[in-house]
């Protein structure tokens, strides 16, 4: 007996320091993220994983563009209960309606920024740096910069507003789990997302055909323009834009051409468009294209979201507007043209891949530099009403019909209508609008029968709390250090 | 009391020529009637001459003479002498034994005796599960056992129920006991990946039928040694072996129907009721929000209806301009369409069993078929089996012995989906979307009715046909044993097993299908492959010294793998909806990858008793698991266990009264390791392709420390039985700490992720266990026994590591349906929330009682309140945990006639409501179905004393918020289960060659008693109802055979 337990015992104790090896157990569809970016190889696996997640639903895939219209006053809703009416009606609390989505998942892509800048920091301090990886570092840099400037308009108020106050917990290294980061003021957000965008442009690549579904130089100067407008910075923006447009590298959509251009990938004016691909970021009957059909148009179509009649009304400006052929009539009648193709490749139907919901999102156009240049150059301290009008009317020639502006005539209406039709369903509106303190006007009467919304007046300005999202409940739980910096109203 | 589950050799027939006549007769037990197998028939004195009784309890002797006396003999029961007198029938009761607690039961890495394991173990035999019907063995066991809590997951064809041992010991690692099939630890859960349809549980894959027993083992003594498995207990099946004698071929067969549920489950309001509540809604938002007359507001509100319902063949009218005179007309005026009974019919469940089985002195086999079908209470829910098993043993000269076990399943599980789904979950849309206005045809068109409906379901009985969705499971498991005895009271065993289970999952959409419409049709096919080998060898020693010494010893190791192969292939694009396979797609996706975990362990055990009267016992086992990180993976468990058998000493002749009184305690530590296999590292995970290049991120921040929860637990029991044991119990007490417990705790998302999985803090399981037994009337042939089980188990939280609170939701169904929180001092089930304060009386409008010290707008009972929720601070609720839970059981048995009624009840606590927010909704989702309970509690200016508040169409969020207005009280109790049995004369059968047959009926969940009555009781482990399919009543009938 004795014998056979010491056995046992020699045999046991054997095992357990030759089974060390057995026990390690490693899974077969993960890497360590300590190792997995070592090179350029890997850091570009890490651009495409990034890239990726931005076309998330709760970001640019869908929510983010539907957020930016649909809170603007060129959105209106034919029916409550569809499906993300919320940001219509603006029934946010803390533990409803919360819209938490967007800072997950912006929080969950700028870890992975972080990630990036990180490991090729490390590569770049062992000396084994390389023009691609700082490339890919510059990419992420700029992303990082675009997620901050659309969480800080989230979440905090406008920069113009009050700088000084709440604008998001600034975070640029990788986070322990323990972590309960506080919020940064709006003024250290943007000054970051500057220093990030003048950061990473030396390294970006300007080759525009190289660069499809990625970030690269040009983006940033037109992200900076957009920045520095947002921030009242009209020479800077202006400086910015003009080195974009006078690049020669992209060029406006002919009138005969622009309906077009929405069945077709990385045309002459995307800037930054984001791809989506059958089985990758494809939300089928729930894509963006999906939620700008009329209802009962294809199986899966709800109508959920179309244009408000003051839109309609900007538009019928010119019946001609070329514009108007991305349009399609919606529920309310068979005449008025409420209803955007522009996700889902146009009257076709068949997307830019022949795939109706795997649309690429244009996150920035061409376009949008021309009208960014012509209120920079209105609003500079010493306006230059020739370069607005002549900026503008590159985009109002859409109209043909309207008189072209001059510098006598162009004023910021003017500028802001056109991005208005230009932009239609692309997310910009609404921030347009806050930034500009300007009053809102939701076409309520549109929901047919009527239903009272109560979370809002039918006209809003800035001054409403819920023009920014609250922190959520499960935010403050988890971070109980940020329980005391919500948003006020909430 | 039990019967024996081994065997005693048998003794051949000897033809004794001096004999005159030939008796036959029964041997039933007293308790409740049933037959014993097995009993030793002899005749005294006459060496060698005797037989056993079948498996019916039957037995016949040739050639007895007439003034002989027979001697009944069977382990666990009196031996009785009985004269023939020159009788040839001679049934025979057998009585348990005064003392009968030498039953062998199966537990940890061996057999043990009730009298004299020292841990807590008990013991469900088949024969108190056989009447159920049942896929798997769980459903059966309720109210069985004490400390045992049954849970019932869906009422779906092919659902389990779950089984929690003495409360919850973990956190968010799994509180499932360990499962062990015939000494080998087995997966259990889920085997698909089909998510929201089909979730096979493997237990499935094993026949109720094929088990002999059942053995729970409660504390860390008993539980020990199965180390960092055991902490949330182990259910030890062990599965039957053929028996010494001729070949005994039993047949079983059952048809049961279950027409309808058990109870109410958020009975919707009528056709009309529905239209009046909707109407009503918009008449109040008119009034109430934007100042309109009367008129206005009715032109409003029929303006909502006719908008919705004319395309649907009705018009509304209201003359008067209120409710009053609301009526509906229209093409379909007076005629609803019922969607419930196009959607639910009567389940069909049959069960056939074959089994044959017997043995020689070298070995025995017990082979069975069995066939099993389910038809669900959804048109759409299907479950199907077959399983196979052959138990082989066989002995090699006189010191080997091996025992092959093979058990081949193959089953298919077509299901429903039981989140909370609009698009297609049947039950949800009976009870909350699916208008009585709403007809499958259009009335324009006569074509089936295909865009969504207003309340956006779609129609089920066009889309019916063109989806579907299977599951398929087949799994081999095979185990080998080889006991070697190597010298007297020395033996070797190994056990080598395969376990292999393969899961297949079809899912398919038509092109035509609301989900296959933007893809063209598509087509998933799963395949699942779940590898499990594992060895073990110990090595076993017993010997008595002195007479009264005895001693036995084990150690020994066990090396395990786990392996599951994943793969994926998805085609969309079809070419023809003839074919729905992933060859005729014109794209393809495809996915396949593998995970697994490893464990090495050394285990052993010593035990030693003086003169059967003082037990001690201690156990210790290392763990090695890969589930954990370098620093960590090991870990020692051990326990400490002593009984004292009271009744053996001395002075206890005094007391004659008592006939058997054992008091024993236990203490040991055990763990718990994560559910997932590489919790602690973190990881960058490839699935973020991008423009079809590979794409990848970090997808977790894990804490490499991450450790095993342990558990230390102590326990005591008092084991009595009294007036020779007519009155026999148990009463125990125990109290589990566990530390180091994992949580996958929410943090901050601006660390990028949600959550992460973390060692968090402690939890205290503590409570009282009951079980009490008696014989009540045994006279005559006539038999009554009944049994009470009942326990307590009081479950706090204890400690949080860094003091913190942690908010969690309860996992079920995807959607958070209950918020908890863990604080300390406070219930592992403490349910968070705002403190809802009802409906103001004149206004009808939702209360909140503030629980802060901001400005009231009112006082409610007292208390300062508000209208809003926001200003409402969240504060624990109550305590999803019953105060008392357990089982009634009462048999009574007369002259092959038996009824056994089974009772389960649970008292105190809280359930949540997670369906309420959809049925009874304050008027936001006015195009949905409200129940009865809605309708007629809901405030009116007529009904002030309403206990919900004024429906009114505006987007009011307040239901929608984690509040006590959806807690109920969860006391009830139910008729689980009644069987009606009756076993056929001898006499009778013996003309038509049949040694046993036996008819019954047995009745599942006909009575309930609820404190709360809108839906069933029987709630999940988190105490909550949602928009799982319920359970319902089922009428068996059975017929059982042997030859």
Redesign the interface.
Known sequence: ?KK??II?TV??LM??TS??E????K????????T?IKTATDA???I??????M?AADYYGRNFIIYGDAKGGDFAIRS??RGLD?YY?F?H?????SG?GF??QI??N???AN?LIVSIQKIEDAGNGSALLSDYKGQAMTARALMYFDLVRLYGKPYNMNKESYGV?L?LEL???????TRASVEAVYTQILKDLSDAAPFLSKDKAATK?YLNYWANKAIEARVHLFMDNFTASLTAAEEVLNSGKYSLYSNTDWVGSWSTQFGSESIFEL?I????ADL??G?LG?YLLRN?K???A?GWFMASDYWIDRMSQDPTDIRWGIMERDESSTTRMGSSLKYVGGSAMTGDKAS??AVNVKVIRLSEMYLVAAEAALRLPTPDRVKAADYLNQIRKRAPALTPADETTVTLDMIIDEKSKEFFAEGLRYFDMIRLNRTIEFNDEFI????????RTKTIDRTFFKTILPISQ??L????A?ASQQNPG? | MKKLIFIFLSVLFVNAGMAQTRVTGTVTASEDGSPIPYTVVLVKGSRGVGTNTDAEGKYSLSNVASDAVLVFSYVGYKTQEIPVSGRSVINVEMVTDALALDEVIVVAYGTSTKGTFTGAASVVKADAIRDVPTLSFENAMGGKIAGLQITTLSGQAGSTSSIRVRGIGSMNASNEPLYVIDGVPVISGNVTQMGIYTSSNVMNTINPNDIESITVLKDAAASALYGSRAANGVIVITTRQGKLGKPVINFKASVGITPSFATDNYEAASTEQQVELYYENFWNAGKLYEGMTDEEASTSALAQLNKRFNKHGYTFSAPDHTVNSLTIGGERAGQYFDWESELFRTAVYQAYDISVSGGTEASNYYTSFSYTNDLGRSVINEYDRITGRMNFGQKIGRFIELNTNINVSTSSQEGFNDTRALGNNYFLQSRNLLWGLYWPTDIATGLPWTARFGSYAYNPLYYNNEWENWSKTQRVFATETVTIKILPGLNLRSIFSFDNTQTFDHLYYSALHFNGSSLIGSVTENSTKINELLSSSTLNYNKTFGGVHNVSALAGWEVGKNNTDYMRSTGTNLATSELHTVATAGKLDANAYFWGNAMVSMLSRAEYNYNNRYYASASFRRDGSSKLGPDSRWGNFWSVAGSWRIDQEGFMDNVPVISSLRLRASYGVNGTLPTSNYGWRSLTSYSSKYMEQPGGGVSNIADPNLSWETSYTSNIALEFGVLEQRLTGSIEYFNRASKNLLQDVPISNVTGFGSTLRNVGEINNRGLEFELFGEIIKSGGFTWTAGLTASHVKSTVTKLYGGKNIIWYEPTGGDDRTKFIYTEGESTLAIYGREWAGVERETGLNLWFLNNDSEPDLSVDGRPATYDYTNATEVILGDAHPKLFGGFNTDLGWKGISLGLNFIYKLGGYTYDAAGKDVNDDGYYWERIMSLDAYENRWTPTNKDAIYPQRVAIDMEDVNQKSSRHMHPADFTRLKSITLGYSLPQTLLSKVKLSGARVYFNGANLWTLAAWKVYDPEVNEYGSRGWEMPIGKTYTFGIEASF
């Open positions: 007996m056979i337990t046992l045999l046991g095992l357990m089974c060390e057995f026990l390690d157990v899974p077969s569809n993960y890497a360590n993220p300590e997995s570009k696996v890490a495409n994983g990034l890239m990726r997640k076309t409550q209960g919320y009606s029934n609390s803390a533990s409803s309606g938490a800072w997950n929080y969950h700028i870890l992975q990630n917990p975070v986070l322990e789990f323990t972590a309960q980061p579904g791809a691909f059958p089985s990758e089928t009957t894509s999906y009962g294809v199986t899966g709800m109706r919901s047919s029968p009527a239903v009272v919304i109560t979370h499960n935010e739980d988890a971070n109980p940020i909430y």
